[in-house]
């Protein structure tokens, strides 16, 4: 039996808690989503519907805190790395508007050299990074080093880069999405959270923030459920006492935000789908472009390729078209946002934490909310 599957066996041990606090879906839609959450030991969790005008229905479960402060439509979560499709959306933005490039050497833009070790003379792109191809990994060094703040050159020095060379196989990487987001910044000298928040955030009308001292709101922990943490593994009132960083261009520590530091409620998600779903903030080319595959996940997840700072879904169990969007996963919380441009319709799922079995890639709640939403087969 697979690791997956014990933890699945395990996982009917526990207790199906939590109820549904608000819903503004039919009865029977509303107890079908209740179930499937419970199924997979949400604790909390936000969900949105929406197609190409805005937000349709919005159901919360559940609670933010334990043991009692409910889920609500206006809770705030730390996406973790469906942040990495808010970045994309910022890059294709700079880029349309001339300030980047997407497959231009970094070097031209970085205040220091970025180069695989065992191919010096390799130029890494944007592109590269924002698909996880920029042959770069999250080694012991980052993993440690991402904690207590080293700078970005120190972890370069370490064992953060892959066997392969650049350009040539898909290994997903927070580094290198955080790299990239490094990239974005100095490229148009402004910090990293200002530059989104000018960008894309106040140009679509969306509260969000990287920093959790500027939520607005109520800011969710996040849980493991199995094994039960007795604390939250993401404590929002232990992130919102830290000290807020200066607003200054400092790539050497801002590679710790594009990854998955976004701090937003589903609903405000849920217009970033939007964006992403239709022409309008991008143009028509550079969705395309986003969507594009630039190399599939392999062995990894059959059903799953990268595009720019996209997941492509193909997985006829749940759908008949590609979805695409991005899935989070962290301190326990799972979340996904996934679009069908061609209907344009998307679901937006947010959890304080709930099952981490995953078939592949794609984790079984985030799963059975696909199958429930388009369930075409």
């Known amino acids: 039996m697979t690791h997956w599957g014990l933890y699945r066996l395990a996982l009917h ?11 503004n879906f039919a009865k029977t839609d509303t107890r079908i989503i209740e179930d499937v959450l419970r199924k997979h030991r949400c604790v909390g969790a936000a969900l949105c519907s929406f197609d190409g005008m805005g937000v349709q229905n919005t159901l919360t479960f559940g609670v933010s805190h334990a043991p009692d402060r409910l889920v609500n439509q206006d809770t705030v979560f730390r996406a973790a790395s469906v942040s990495k499709f808010a970045t994309a959306l910022g890059a294709m933005k700079l880029m349309e508007r001339g300030r980047l490039e997407l497959d231009r050497d970094v070097n031209e833009y970085l205040p220091f050299s970025l180069r695989h070790p065992k191919a010096p003379d390799t130029v890494i792109t944007l592109r590269m990074l924002l698909s996880h191809t920029a042959g770069i990994h999250d080694g012991t060094d980052y993993n440690s080093g991402i904690a207590k703040g080293a700078p970005m050159t120190e972890l370069l020095q370490g064992d953060s880069f892959t066997d392969h060379l650049p350009g040539t196989l898909w290994e997903y990487s927070n580094f ?17 959270e200002t530059l989104m928040q000018e960008t894309v955030f106040q140009p679509l009308g969306i509260a969000a923030t990287y920093y959790p001292q500027k939520a607005e709101g109520d800011l969710a922990d996040a849980i493991r459920i199995l094994p039960r943490a007795k ?20 790539p050497e520590k801002h590679y710790n935000l594009a990854h998955g530091a976004l701090c937003i409620s589903a609903p405000e998600l849920a217009k970033l789908g939007i964006a992403g779903m239709r022409p309008g903030f991008l143009t028509r080319e550079s969705l395309n472009e986003m969507r594009r595959v630039v190399t599939p996940f392999g062995e990894r997840a059959r059903n799953l390729s990268q595009g720019i700072g996209t997941f492509v879904l193909d997985e006829p169990k749940i759908c008949e078209r590609s979805l695409y969007g991005h899935q989070g996963m962290a301190y326990g919380a799972v979340h996904g946002l996934f679009f069908d441009p061609a209907h344009e319709k998307g679901v937006v799922l947010m959890t304080t934490g709930a099952s981490e079995a995953r078939r592949g890639v794609l984790a079984d709640v985030n799963f059975s909310i696909l199958k429930l939403f388009w369930g075409e087969n």
């Not at 041990?13 to 608000?22: D, F, I, Q, R």
């Not at 290198?176 to 990293?192: D, L, S, W, Y």
């Open 13 to 23: 041990a526990l207790p199906k808690t939590g109820k549904v606090n608000s819903s």
């Open 176 to 192: 290198g999405a955080g790299i990239a987001g490094a990239v974005m910044e100095t490229a148009v000298q402004t910090a990293f």
């Open 231 to 250: 604390t939250p593994n993401f404590n929002a009132a232990e992130r919102r006492g830290r000290p807020l960083p200066p607003a200054e261009v400092n």
